[in-house]
């Protein structure tokens, strides 16, 4: 019971930043989640070295991006869809799948590579070849939590959920973007020169 009122008091704490300043509020939570997924992928990997540039790397671009876009996004949808427009929920979550995943997801895979400190060509080709699987893997094991949130999940807590869900896709995206970049350097250097 002791440990509760910490917890209820940090909630609370972010809810109410969540309401008075949305956005700078989501770009640090996303600063953190982004960095600790890469973190954490880093760990359930093995390594023994973490790999520092490419936390900062995911923390710059949750800082930078990943409060601000999807914020200007789902209130434009809002805003697009009100609340008398029938069927509301599921234009909204046709337009979350179709429309926002598939750019957002390209913005990521392109952002991430350029701010690991690679040049605009070795960015393109990494988000290229790992666009579409990625994409399909979205598609595939997000599409539910997505739904759910939309759905079920109270206002409120909707961004507290979307957290938890973009923790898990994080690290999954880091680990997939790893493996690229180790499968990408052993074919380098095992060409003869």
Partial sequence: ?????????????????????????????????????NYASQRIDGQKVINQQSVVAYASFGLLF???????FYQAIERLFRHDFKYRK????????????PIYQALCLYILSLFESNSHDIALKTAEKLYWPLLKANWQYVTFFVW?????????????F???????WMTYIA???????EK???NSD????
Avoid: C, D, W
């Fill in 1 to 37: 019971m002791s440990l509760s009122k910490p917890l209820y008091s940090l909630l609370g704490v972010y809810f109410e930043q969540l309401f008075s300043h949305p956005i700078r509020t989501k770009s640090v939570t996303n600063f953190i989640l982004a960095a600790s997924a």
């Fill in 66 to 72: 990943g409060g601000s876009i999807p914020h200007y």
């Fill in 90 to 101: 599921f234009f909204q979550f046709i337009s979350e799948r179709l429309v926002y995943t």
């Fill in 148 to 160: 759910v949130n939309l759905y079920y999940v109270p206002p409120m807590l909707r961004e507290f």
């Fill in 162 to 168: 979307t957290s938890i869900v973009a923790f898990i």
């Fill in 175 to 181: 680990r997939k973007r790893r493996r690229f970049q």
């Fill in 184 to 186: 990408q350097a052993l």
């Fill in 190 to 193: 095992s060409k003869p020169n």
